[in-house]
Structure formats: structure tokens, C-alpha cells
């Protein structure tokens, strides 16, 4: 059974930074192209970053340099680090297989104040 469950969502000022986690279960994210997505209220979901099985990341534009994605193949674990964040960073933040589907988990909530 697949699990990705998500963690470290919370509120933050803007500046601040999160990091968010993915922990996953019955399968190993070593060997898959794994990725987060956003969805804020009203808008459709968007890829945030994404990490090849070969370590190889890419980032939206607007999260290139603020962003980083990277993984812990002992903890079978993805990570995003989020600095300089931004009111318009708010999102429920969802971690993913990337595969010929997308496979999403149940999403953190992000919520950065003025």
C-alpha cells in the first residue's frame, strides 16, 4: 500500500522559512521522480519542484533560488526547504510520485502572513 503523508506545514511570516516533509510508504523514493505540488484556495494545482532518482532537481520559476527539494533514501523521505517565503507562497502543499500519473498524498497546510 502507498503512502505519502506530508508534515512540517504550519504559519510563518513572510521571510520566514519551513521545511516541509514526506514520508513514504510502500515504495521507495530512491527509485522514482518524486515532486510537490501547491494548490492555493480558488486556483489550480501547480508543480513546485521535483527530484529524479539520478538527484537531478527543477524548480518552478518562481520558487528557483528560495526552493529546494532533496531527499534521505535511508528514510525513504522527501524534503523542501522554503526560505524567503511569500504571502503568495500560501498553499496546501503536496508531496508526489511522478510517474505517468501524478500520485498525490493528503497535502500540508502553508499559510505566510504579511
Known amino acids: 500500500q502507498v503512502q505519502l503523508v506530508e508534515s512540517g506545514g504550519g504559519l510563518v511570516q513572510a521571510g520566514g522559512s519551513l521545511r516541509l516533509s514526506c514520508a513514504a510508504s510502500?515504495?521507495?523514493?530512491?527509485?522514482?521522480?518524486m515532486g510537490w505540488g501547491r494548490q492555493a484556495p480558488g486556483k489550480e494545482r501547480e508543480l513546485v519542484a521535483t527530484?529524479?532518482?539520478?538527484?537531478?532537481?527543477n524548480y518552478a520559476d518562481s520558487m528557483e533560488g528560495r526552493f529546494t527539494i532533496s531527499r534521505d533514501n535511508a528514510k525513504n523521505t522527501v524534503y523542501l526547504q522554503m526560505n524567503s517565503l511569500k504571502p503568495e507562497d500560501t498553499a496546501v502543499y503536496y508531496c508526489?510520485?511522478?510517474?505517468?500519473?501524478?500520485?498525490w498524498g493528503q497535502g500540508t497546510q502553508v499559510t505566510v502572513s504579511s
Open positions: 508526489a510520485i511522478v510517474a505517468s500519473r501524478y500520485y
Open positions: 527530484i529524479t532518482n539520478g538527484g537531478i532537481t
Open positions: 510502500g515504495m521507495r523514493v530512491a527509485m522514482n521522480v
